[in-house]
């Protein structure tokens, strides 16, 4: 019923950017919390950013002054600006989102996770 359809990733250089986008899709009532979670090679997933439905946004330490979270609540769409990439930056990057949708009596909150499109930043 719901997707999460994540593009964007891709081979970019050290230094330079690149912008994700995730859009949600389906019979929704409500997005909470949108986040973007990356994980690589050997390595635990760690959430990168998110934002709640009033715009309060939160960053790990390590993207803190280069990546930017943002959301459209009309097009149900979140965003990652990454500038300033780094080789560790290097990573399959999901989207995450907490939806709301309706049913027939009352509604239910579930996490929907995007494709995880992969990010390579080359040295």
């Known amino acids: 019923q719901v997707q999460l359809a994540e593009s964007g990733g891709g081979l970019v250089q050290a230094g330079g950017s690149l912008r994700l986008s995730c859009a949600a899709s389906?019979?929704?009532?409500?997005?909470?919390?949108m986040a973007w979670y990356r994980q690589a090679p050997g390595k635990q997933r760690e959430l990168v950013a998110s934002?709640?439905?009033?715009?309060?946004?939160n960053y790990v330490d390590s993207v803190k002054g280069r990546f930017t979270i943002s959301r459209d609540n009309d097009k149900n769409t979140v965003y990652l600006e990454m500038a300033s990439l780094k080789c560790d930056d290097t990573a399959v990057y999901y989207c995450?989102?907490?939806?709301?949708?309706?049913?027939?009596?009352?509604?239910?909150?579930?996490?929907?996770w995007g494709q995880g499109p992969q990010v390579t930043v080359s040295s």
């Open positions: 995450h989102s907490a939806i709301v949708i309706p049913l027939i009596i009352g509604a239910r909150t579930s996490n929907y």
């Open positions: 389906g019979t929704i009532l409500r997005i909470n919390t």
């Open positions: 934002i709640t439905s009033s715009g309060s946004t």
